[in-house]
């Protein structure tokens, strides 16, 4: 590995050991054994690296895959499934998920990387609704990921926001599939 990989696999520990704001060039150059020379060079800032290494990990992370996913797509159970698999990740130490809410508290006070984050929802969005109906991402239109999408994102974001505040009265799948089923319900009686 180069410089740039180095950076970035050692940014990705140091924000999963220390969060965003603890981080530190310095703690970057020494989790990645380079100089602080290279963070300019290769990023531009330590923030824009901690960025990268934050949607690094993001596109990292694993629900188990369309192989470890049951229901058919689209159904109730897909729905409940793939909840009960990013719940689970949310129960593990180290969370991914207490991050991305630093992130997001801290938006103002970066707005280069609020922005570069921004641009990256519609693909969180497409990969949500990729897992949701058995899609592949590339075949998810832009409306879809604008929409479908924003709807799962949302629901994430609050999700992550409740898992993060008080995780013994979050949601799990089964509340929220049975949210979604009773809204459903109430749709399709009017």
């Keep these: 590995m180069g410089h740039r990989e180095d950076l970035l696999e050692g940014a990705k520990r140091c924000l999963l050991q220390k969060g965003f704001l603890r981080t530190t060039a310095r703690d970057v150059v020494k989790e990645s054994g380079t100089n602080l020379a290279s963070i300019g060079y290769h990023y531009g800032s330590k923030d824009a690296l901690l960025a990268q290494a934050y949607l690094a990990l993001v596109e990292e992370m694993s629900f188990g895959g ?16 793939v909840w009960s698999n990013i719940v689970d990740s949310m129960r593990r130490p180290g969370s991914l998920w207490r991050l991305s809410l630093e992130i997001v508290t801290m938006g103002d006070q970066l707005p280069e990387v609020r922005d570069q984050l921004s641009r990256a929802q519609r693909e969180g969005g497409r990969g949500l609704v990729s897992l949701m109906t058995s899609v592949p991402e590339e075949e998810i239109s832009d409306e879809t990921a604008d ?10 974001s609050g999700l992550i926001s409740q898992w993060t505040f008080d995780p013994k009265t979050a949601p799990d799948a089964d509340t929220l599939t049975e949210g979604l089923r009773q809204i459903v319900e ?5």
């Design 186 to 190: 109430g749709i399709t009686e009017n």
């Design 147 to 156: 929409t479908l999408g924003r709807f799962y994102m949302t629901l994430m």
């Design 66 to 81: 369309e192989a470890g996913i049951g229901g058919a797509p689209g159904s109730l159970e897909r729905f409940r499934e």
